[in-house]
């Protein structure tokens, strides 16, 4: 028997995940495992049956499970009962999805297998196939966009991706005038602009802006990607939480300029992280930052926090709504009573309200 040959490699943005298509001589399939230091987290890799190289049996692959090989698809669930060809690897295109936790198996323009994202946080593996009719314990039929959500998602994110690559559709010109165009609206003209992105995709920003008595900065970019997981946790509510930009505010009685916008680099470092630690940000959310002023040891995140400056809407992105999130310095007690108990951090969030703690940053004392 051949050995199982790897004939595509892509990993996502972050390189957090890996896709690959193997096929030896019976079968063909796609592939997602985790990076070696989220392995604890993502154990398991994911499979998708693609094809069998092999006419189809009657019976179900017991013997390949049992020698530890892919097993072909029985003949009751297959589109062909014949061999079908190998895959050529020049005709293989594996897309990443936007949230950059689930990968699309394209060839020669025809797609044949995915594997959603949210199927990376459930115990067991959750795949898409179109050489599949019925639904079986290796896979799901594929079907078409007009049958299948998964399919639709797919055909979107290859769109997606195209206007990405071609600098005549470059979508990021449109998103950054209507996010300056927003915060200057509410909080006055832009006085600088901080490109946060390193150089690499997606675009984002920080725009700075001020008054008499505050120093404002706002991201914008992030909400270009959804946010993973939020598909699973929020299902059909999901377009209300998957998208985000945050914010940061303090007055200009307590730092000078120069030491707000050292603070204000927590929100830089922050708005990577849900495509770096494949998770999401979210109200009441907690974190560590070395970037939090001199006595505290992070932020919270909130959009119930900005009541105090006025709420106002945010451009959609993609058709969604996209949530402003403030970031509000945490002392070292106030992280541990959040990260202590469920819900910790919207408790915290009240009782902040509670004691008139605002949107714009001032000296305080613990609360906890």
């Not at 796609?30 to 398991?44: G, K, M, V």
């Not at 009751?76 to 897309?95: N, W």
Request: glycine share 6%.
């Amino acid at each position: 028997m051949r050995q199982s040959e790897i004939i595509a490699e892509v990993s996502n943005d972050k390189k957090t995940l890996f896709a690959i298509v193997e096929q030896d001589e019976r079968v063909v399939y796609l592939y997602i495992y985790a990076r070696e230091d989220l392995r604890e987290r993502f154990p398991r890799m994911r499979g998708c049956w693609v094809r069998n190289l092999s006419p189809a049996s009657q019976q179900d692959d017991s013997e390949a499970l049992a020698h530890g090989l892919p097993p072909m698809l029985a003949a009751q669930y297959c589109r062909s009962l014949e061999a079908e060809a190998p895959l050529d690897p020049a005709g293989i295109q594996i897309l990443w999805n936007e949230s950059d936790d689930g990968a699309a198996l394209w060839y020669h323009g025809l797609l044949l297998a995915v594997i959603p994202g949210w199927s990376l946080y459930i115990d067991h593996s959750v795949s898409y196939s179109a050489g599949c009719i019925q639904q079986n314990p290796l896979t799901f039929p594929l079907g078409s966009a007009s049958t299948n959500t998964q399919y639709a998602l797919a055909d979107k994110t290859r769109q997606f991706w195209r206007d990405w690559a071609h600098e005549e559709h470059n979508p990021w010109p449109k998103i950054q005038r209507n996010f300056v165009a927003c915060y200057e609206q509410r909080f006055g003209p832009a006085v600088k602009y901080y490109a946060i992105d390193q150089g690499t995709w997606p675009p984002m920003a920080i725009s700075q802006h001020e008054d008499e008595e505050n120093y404002y900065f706002f991201t914008m970019g992030m909400s270009i990607r959804p946010m993973p997981q939020i598909e699973l946790i929020f299902n059909d509510e999901a377009e209300h939480y998957r998208r985000i930009e945050l914010a940061f505010a303090v007055g200009k009685e307590y730092v000078d300029e120069a030491n707000a916008v050292q603070m204000a680099s927590a929100i830089s470092s922050y708005a990577q992280l849900p495509w770096e630690s494949l998770t999401w940000l979210g109200e009441g959310h907690t974190l560590v930052s070395q970037a939090a002023p001199l006595g505290y040891e992070g932020h919270i995140i909130s959009s119930a926090l900005g009541a105090s400056v006025g709420k106002f809407a945010l451009p959609g992105c993609y058709g969604d709504p996209v949530t402003l999130l403030w970031a509000s310095p945490l002392f070292a007690s106030e992280l541990e009573f959040a990260q202590s108990r469920p819900n910790g951090g919207q408790e915290l969030v009240a009782m902040m309200t509670e004691a008139g703690v605002e949107a714009v940053f001032a000296p305080r004392a613990p609360l906890v």
